[in-house]
Every structure is written in C-alpha cells, then in structure tokens.
C-alpha cells in the first residue's frame, strides 16, 4: 500500500525506515536518496534486486547490510532477472499457498546504475520487460561506471571527459550521443516509463508510487549526480540535479503504455545547458575556445528534444 | 492441484523425456530455460506439463542461458523448487551464475545433457561442458542411461535440498546417445516419487517478510576464503547425504546406485574408468575379455563432484593398470578424471599404473572393439611392470597416432 501523505520532506524521509544510513556510498552520492524514497513510498513487502555496482558494493559487505528487506545480488547484468525470477516463485507459491503470507501485498524492484542498465545488463533488461513480469526497474543514472573509477558508459553525454573517453589536446572527451533508454523501454510497450529526479522528490515518490501499483513491468530511469566522477562539491548534489532538470539535460516525464507522455515538470525559468556544465569538472575542457562549438552543440540537441517532447505531449496520442 | 498423468509400469523413454518426468514428479515450481540442442525437449516438455496442468508452477522462457540461471537463482532464493535444463555452449554462458548459484547456496537443479563446446561448433555429446563446471561449487551426478537420468534427476532435488548440504546440484546425460534414445524405463507413481523428494522445506526465504534476508553479499580478503572453505566442507560432505538418499531411493526402487560403480571389480588386474554412456560400451568389452581369460572391470563416477577420492582409491586399489578415459579436449593438459584418479592412486600401497585416453570429441563414436584394444593394452603394461605406451594417448582420431609422455618407472 502506497503511503499517502508526502506532504513534509522531514517526515517522509524518516518513515517506515528500510534502508540503514549506515553504508559506504560516497558523501554527496544520490543513490540512498532515491533508494530510500523508493523504499519509504511504500508499506508493501518489498524484494530487491541489485546489480553490481556502487549502491551494491557499499550496501551489502559482510557481515553488515544495509537492507531491511529481501534483497539479492548475483552480478553486474542480472537484477532484472533475479526480481523475474523472484517474481515467477512468488506467482508459483501464492498459486500453492506454500507463502508464510499468502495475502501480504508484495512488490519486486530491481536497481542498476546506468553501466549495467545501458550496457551490459541491456538485454536482461529487455527480456524482462518484454516477458511482462510485475516488477519496477530503476536505473541510478550517473552517467559513467563510477564504481570502477568513472569510465564511459552509453549513458555518458556528448562532451564529457571519463577514464575511457578522455578530454585532451585531440578530444573533446565522450563522442557519442547517449542512449535514449527511455524510448527504448517505452518502446517495448511497458505499462510505465518515466524519467525522475531526486530534487524533485514528490514527483519522484509519486512515480514510484504509480510504478509499484502497475501491473506489469515498469522502468523509471533517475539522475543520480556523482560529486565524484561529475566533480562537484558533495554538498551541492541537489543543486546539481536542480540545474540537471533546469536545464532540461533531464527532462521529467513519464510515458504510459508505450505512447502516453506526460510532462511531469516544466521549469519556471529554463537554464541553459552551459550553467549545468560550469557547474561540474567532466565539462571544464569544454570552456577552452577550441571546444566551446559542442556547448553549442548540446543545447541544440537539449531544445530539439524538448520540444519533441512537448509536441508528444500534446499531441495525446 | 495438478491433472494426474497416466503412467505404466514400463515406459520407452529417450533420457530427455525421462529428466522431464522427475521434475514433474518433483513438482517444481520455477523453471526459468533457454532451449538449446540436445537438451531442449526437457524444457518443451515442463512448458507442456504446466500448459496442460499436470503441473502447478511458473515456466519462464528467459532470452539467453545467463538469464535462465539468473531467473532460477532469484527464483530459488525465494523459496521454492527449481530446475532447469542446458548443454554445452549455454551451459558455458551460464559458467558466470552457477558459481553465483553455488555461493548463495541455493539448490537449484540442472540437468546437463552433455554436448561438446565450439569452436568447432557441434551438437554432439561429449564431456567439456560437464569439465567445464567442475569448479563450480555443483554437486555433479552422472547418468549413463535414460532409466538413470530419471533416477538421478529426482535424487538430485532430494541431496540439494537437504539442509545439511543446500547446494546446487547438476544430473549429467550424454546428448544424443541417452538424450535421444528411447529405451526401457520404470517410473515410480508420482505419489511415490513425490513423497520420496518431499515438500520443498525454505530456507533464508527473501519471501518471508519477517526475517529479512540479504542474498550476494560482498566479502574481501576479511571474509571471502571462509565462505569459499564452507563450500567446500559443504560439498565433501554432502557425500554421506548422497549415500542416504541413495540407499533409500533403492528401497523404493530396487535400483542401487553409488558414488562409484564398479564392475567385475573383485578380482580386476585391468580397469577402464569412464564416465556416460561410455561404461555400458566399456562393460560388454570387459565381459568379453574375461572369456579370453583376462580380468578386467570397469569403475565409474556416478559423482564426478564431490570427487570420489575415496571411493576410486578403494574401487581401484588392488589393479595393476587402470586407462583413464576423458572425453574433453584437455587443452595442452593431462584429461582431468586422469589427474584426479591418479592423484587416488598416488596414495594407495601399490600405485597402479594409470594411463589417459582421450576419446570421444565431439560425439566420435567408442567402440567395443576399442574398449578391448585399451584393456588388453592396460594388460600388457601389467605384464611389463610399467607403462608401454605413451603416457596420454587419443581414442578413435584419424590419421597418424598422437601421443604424449613416457613413464619414467620402467
């Protein structure tokens, strides 16, 4: 059952407390703010699965866990599957009645970051929306492999420097687009996909509220800024999903049944992609003059999609 | 409740059809698959069972092997019976998550229809996907007939699930040769074969809400070697569980298994040890020799893992020659049962002479005639007092002889 009143951040962050404070995230990390909102907009049972990255590696190092709930971890691809599979044995065993709780209402959440949700956990994925399991996959978008030391991931932007897409004398840093995962889990028809952002925390708990309640698989992507790898202040990483969502580098909206799209927040005044990036180290090169043309570059892209979202939006269809 | 299945007596059955029989006798309730040549018909067969209802469970057609182990993991983790089928190149894109399986403790079972391993590609049977998981922390039991897959495969739920032991366990059948052919096989009724597996009994349950559990946690060099220790004295010990559930299967069935089988062993000079469908060639051969006066047996793994140290050096001890036959590409090594065997041997008071055949690639057929060349060569060493041959020789391969290594006891 959803908890309805997320009305007071004070309160709601303290409720029904799942998830320890105690863990070995980084200062500043976004992970535990998403992962506790998820976990603090529910009252269900909840199994959860982790694919291996940082949420994982700082969350569960024996003999301590963070986690009071069900949760598993088998490796860096495989969190979908494992909540199918879990989801698949509830389904078996609510049929034979074998569940010590044969009528508690049980939902299954799968996290990955974006190395294992955009890249090598891909096609678990797909397969495990495609086969229609009832459970929510939410991908911890920071943009990079930061567990590994900041590699490039496909969800790294055009621009920014990371250990495998370096900046330099002869490179501008990361060359390539990033994935637009949304759409391609929208595309698989899923019930609900929707892109969220911890700054805006009532949206986001709303999102997730909707997901849990959704039959059928859901995908929620979230910005999660990384003061390590992005290289901000630890103390800034709201106000860097701030300027995430200002910007519109992340818009917010939710997709329904492959086609519905609905924004979810419209800043009041749209800040342009060049204050995101001043903001953070990985887009520092960027400011030389012989870089500068891809600021450009990216704010074209930023204003293209954002209206392709509006026109999708209104077009209701 | 499930539809109930007409059954006979007797039934013709190729090993496939029997390996899916128990695991609707053992009513699973997950089965998370991929098909693959020649296991597949396992799988079709659990996936009609459930559309026809003779069987309450989940069937859950995954995108890949890796996917099928890992549903079956998050699947055993919450708590109930789970099994699933592969061979050869899925079983190698599994490798990654059995040991995840193994590590967690979770008593999956997974019968392996053994096919060899690409490049080149081959559907045929032999024993690199078996070798390739003998590290990973699985029980392995080896059926070298359809009658034993059927055998083995409910056995198998009842050894994995025992909480003493709480690992994974793998029912081993060679493709083609036992997958594909039908023969004689009795059945228990599935009331009997039901009550002999049991009621899945739960264990760190992430299904049961009040007693959270963490599954896949993270250790280093504080922790990691004493879960890898644990594992170990799991699966060497679960050799006392595996005879109990053995003697008590052949009181339901009269049928007795070991985790050696030896046989005309009493009095053998000479030996073959082999694994699949290779012992039933290799125990006519034997028969056939003892008519020519020559005392020859054949020793068998029914447990290639835990490895029947024991068991082969007590089966082996009082020969003179014993041919090892692996039917893996070694890879620029001796076959590994011959390691293994003579690693046994090495301890015994006589230390037989042990020699490697390497046999069988890729589903190239193993004669009886070949069988008899191998023993009567195991003769003439015995005759000799040391190995007269190449130490490592290959079984049945075209061209000229290939052969490695020479005794330094003769």
């Given at each position: 059952m959803a908890i309805t009143s997320i009305k007071n951040l004070k309160e709601f962050s303290t409720t029904n407390d799942r998830f320890e404070g105690a863990h070995t995230l980084c200062p500043g990390c976004a992970h535990s703010m998403i992962v506790r909102e998820l976990m603090n907009c529910t009252d269900d049972n909840l199994v959860i699965a982790t694919n291996t990255g940082c949420l994982e590696v700082s969350t569960a190092v024996y003999p301590f866990t963070s986690w009071d709930t069900s949760w598993i971890h088998i490796g860096f691809e495989n969190a979908a599957t494992a909540a199918a599979g879990a989801e698949a044995m509830f389904k078996a065993r609510k049929k034979k009645g074998t569940l010590k709780d044969n009528n508690a209402s049980t939902k299954f959440v799968a996290f990955g970051g974006d190395g294992s949700?955009?890249?090598?956990?891909f096609q678990w994925l797909s397969g495990a929306i495609e086969r229609g399991h009832d459970f929510t996959y939410i991908c911890l978008d920071n943009e990079n492999y930061a567990n590994t030391g900041g590699q490039r991931s496909s969800a790294t932007p055009i621009g920014a420097t990371t250990s495998t897409a370096q900046a330099g004398s002869h490179s501008y840093g990361k060359k390539e687009k990033k994935k637009d995962l949304v759409a391609i889990m929208a595309a698989h028809g899923a019930p609900y996909v929707a892109q969220l952002a911890p700054n805006k925390w009532k949206i986001m708990a709303k999102g997730f509220q909707k997901a849990l309640e959704t039959e059928g698989p859901c995908f929620i992507n979230t910005v999660s800024p990384c003061c390590t790898e992005w290289k901000f202040d630890p103390k800034d990483t709201i106000g860097l999903a701030d300027l995430a969502t200002d910007s519109l580098m992340f818009p917010v909206y939710e997709i329904i049944d492959g086609h519905e799209l609905n924004i979810l927040y419209r800043p009041k005044n749209i800040i342009t992609v060049e204050e995101y990036m001043a903001?953070?180290?990985?887009?520092?090169?960027?400011?030389k003059p012989e870089y500068r043309h891809i600021i450009d570059e990216v704010q074209k892209q930023v204003n293209k999609n954002w209206e392709m979202l509006q026109r999708r939006e209104e077009a209701r269809i | 409740m499930a539809e109930k299945f007409d059954l006979q007596e007797r039934e013709v059955w190729d090993g496939n059809y029997a390996a899916s029989q128990a695991l609707r006798q053992a009513q699973v309730d997950v089965v998370a698959a991929y098909p693959i040549t020649p296991s597949t018909p396992i799988v079709e067969n659990y996936g009609s069972y459930v559309a026809n209802g003779y069987i309450d469970g989940e069937f859950v057609m995954v995108e890949s092997e890796h996917a099928a182990m890992s549903g079956c993991v998050g699947a055993s983790a919450a708590g109930g019976r789970v099994a699933t089928a592969t061979s050869s190149q899925g079983f190698a894109l599994m490798t990654e998550v059995l040991y995840q399986a193994s590590g967690m403790r979770l008593p999956i079972v997974l019968t392996v229809v053994n096919r060899a391993l690409a490049s080149p590609l081959n559907v045929r049977g032999d024993h690199s996907d078996m070798y390739l998981g003998r590290d990973s922390g699985w029980i392995q039991l080896d059926a070298f007939n359809a009658q034993e897959a059927y055998d083995m495969t409910l056995c198998a739920f009842k050894i994995g699930e025992n909480h003493s032991v709480r690992l994974p366990v793998m029912v081993h059948q060679d493709g083609f040769i036992t997958s594909h052919t039908a023969q004689n096989v009795y059945p228990l009724p599935d009331e009997v074969a039901y009550n002999f597996v049991g009621d899945f009994q739960p264990l760190d349950d992430m299904l049961d809400f009040s007693r959270p559990v963490t599954y896949g946690a993270q250790t280093e060099e504080d922790w990691h070697f004493e879960h890898k220790a644990r594992q170990h004295k799991a699966i060497i010990d679960s050799r006392a569980v595996i005879e109990e559930v053995f003697a008590e299967f052949e009181k339901l069935s009269g049928r007795k298994y070991k985790r050696v089988e030896s046989y005309m062993m009493e009095d053998a000079e000479v030996a073959i040890v082999a694994l699949g469908t290779t012992v039933e060639t290799a125990i006519v051969a034997a028969r056939e020799l003892r008519e020519e006066g020559i005392k020859a047996g054949i020793v068998a793994p029914r447990c290639f893992r835990p490895f029947p140290y024991d068991a082969i050096r007590e089966a082996l001890e009082n020969t003179k020659s014993v041919a090892v036959l692996d039917r893996s590409s070694p890879g620029g090594a001796m076959g590994a049962l011959f390691n293994e065997v003579s690693a046994a041997l090495y301890t015994t008071a006589n230390r037989p002479l042990v020699t490697n055949f390497i046999y069988g690639?890729?589903?190239r057929d193993f004669s009886v005639a070949e069988a008899k060349r191998i023993l009567k060569e195991q003769k003439a060493h015995a005759e000799a007092g040391h190995i007269t041959t190449d130490i490592q020789q290959f079984s049945g391969l075209r061209g000229p002889k290939l052969g490695f290594f020479q005794t330094k006891r003769g």
């Open positions: 949700t955009y890249d090598i956990g903001a953070q180290g990985r887009y520092k090169h960027l400011f | 690639l890729g589903g």
